[in-house]
């Protein structure tokens, strides 16, 4: 029987980590710290989403904080109608259908904007997904129905069949199961066929082009998958906070998912989930001590960047490694 990589060791031991301790947490009296692992989960959904096109593809896509938004809204909008009138007959706290609507809704912005994206390459595409991703932002922000840079409240959590997301716990296992779920996806397509030429394409994007792949279209269908994955951690997250505003989707927010992506190490299943876990401890460290947190985070970065070759899971895997 072939033995379990380290990668494999490190990754089952960080997710029964996530699995075991928020619980305990609330459990010792101490809900802080699961609201705080709450908020971790979901954005390393977003990460991993953003993994498969940053990581594996090679796409650095610098907008991707929109479709959380986008998600965070198509939960928020509708509780809205239901509470204060307007569209009750399509509108309501159903959490499949805040689900649908934010997958959706963040698969066609993806599929629309990715088209014209992926016609550019290296810094231009960086460019040009950052101003989609501020259109978003300045979309929702004169808005002024919906609360504009106020943000909006959500009065009621969305109603899951069986679930109770009032409950800090359930919602927190939800996140983790959907988590799971965003990890073995991703694992799956990258392991597959498709992500054969996805990752062929990030090493050689003409080569394949010569041997007859239409690279574009399986770099347009990832990016399609991975706003898709990012949408639905903004229905998680809007739930979270039950407050939204066009400030989650910033091109500030797209740069922290992107150093979760690299501090963890880019390309590897585990690594923006770890990438997430260290970028939010730091966060709350480091402001408890200054405003100017991100400073002394950024140079946390920039060591990792040049001494951890491969972000920390590469630096876990490689630090012991038997010569």
């Known amino acids: 029987m072939k033995s379990m990589s380290r990668t494999s060791w490190i990754t089952l031991a960080g997710m029964a980590a996530l699995l075991i301790l928020p619980p305990l947490f609330l459990w010792s009296g101490n809900e802080f710290y699961l609201q705080l692992a709450t908020r971790l989960v979901i954005l390393a959904i977003a990460a991993v989403s953003l993994n498969l096109v940053l990581g594996?593809?090679?796409l650095v896509s610098f907008g991707h904080a929109a479709y959380i938004g986008i998600g965070a809204y198509a939960v928020g909008i509708p509780a809205y109608h239901e509470t204060y009138g307007g569209f009750d007959s399509i509108a309501s706290y159903d959490g499949l259908f805040h689900v649908a609507l934010a997958v959706g809704i963040s698969a066609l912005f993806a599929l629309v904007t990715g088209a014209?994206?992926?016609?550019?390459?290296?810094?231009?595409?960086?460019?040009?997904?950052?101003?989609?991703?501020?259109?978003a932002y300045y979309l929702f922000f004169s808005i002024n129905e919906y609360g504009g840079d106020d943000g909006l409240v959500i009065d009621v959590r969305s109603e899951v069949p069986?679930?109770?997301?009032d409950n800090p716990l359930q919602?927190?296992?939800l996140s983790y199961v959907a988590l799971v779920a965003a990890m073995l996806i991703v694992r799956t397509i990258i392991n597959s066929r498709f992500g054969m030429v996805i990752k062929g394409a990030k090493g050689n994007n003409d080569r394949l082009v010569g041997l007859g792949y239409n690279t574009y279209l399986y770099r347009l269908a990832a990016y399609v998958i991975s706003g898709a994955m990012a949408g639905?951690?903004?229905?998680?997250?809007?739930?979270?906070?039950?407050?939204?505003s066009p400030e989650m989707m910033g091109w500030t927010r797209s740069g922290e998912l992107?150093?979760?992506v690299?501090?963890?190490g880019a390309a590897t299943t585990f690594g923006p989930v770890l990438g997430a876990v260290i970028f939010i401890l730091l966060e709350e460290i480091l402001s408890s001590y200054t405003i100017f947190w991100q400073l002394p985070f950024g140079l946390i970065l920039i060591g990792v960047v040049l001494f951890a070759r491969g972000g920390l899971m590469g630096f876990l895997t490689t630090k012991w490694r038997k010569p």
């Not at 069986?162 to 997301?165: F, S």
Request: overall charge positive; cysteine-free.
């Open 232 to 244: 639905f951690a903004g229905a998680l997250l809007g739930n979270f906070t039950t407050f939204i």
């Open 262 to 264: 690299i501090l963890g």
């Open 56 to 58: 594996y593809g090679g």
């Open 116 to 135: 014209i994206s992926l016609r550019t390459k290296g810094v231009y595409f960086i460019m040009i997904t950052m101003a989609f991703g501020q259109m």
């Open 162 to 165: 069986g679930l109770n997301l």
């Open 258 to 260: 992107m150093f979760m």
């Open 171 to 173: 919602l927190y296992l």
